[in-house]
């Protein structure tokens, strides 16, 4: 399945072995999910966000200097 690219500066984007894409823009400052065909936009939390990855089904992230994760 296709999807466009979200409106931003610098995305980077990831994908999880269920199919999941993560979408991260520098600016504005979000994480687009492509979740089971449907697009859906979040915020990042505040501060300094960096080290993205994936593992399994997981996409990590690094905020305030703490590990995150989505599932």
């Not at 269920?18 to 939390?45: A, D, S, Y």
Request: net charge negative; with cysteine; proline share 6%.
């Amino acid at each position: 399945e296709t999807h466009l690219l979200p409106d931003c500066s610098s995305p980077a984007v990831f994908q999880v072995e269920n199919g999941t894409q993560f979408i991260h823009c520098m600016f504005p400052r979000r994480l687009h999910v492509v979740w089971e065909g449907k697009e859906i936009e979040t915020e990042l939390p505040y501060g300094i966000v960096s080290y993205f990855g994936t593992h399994g089904d997981a996409f990590y992230f690094a905020a305030e200097r703490k590990v995150n994760s989505l599932e």
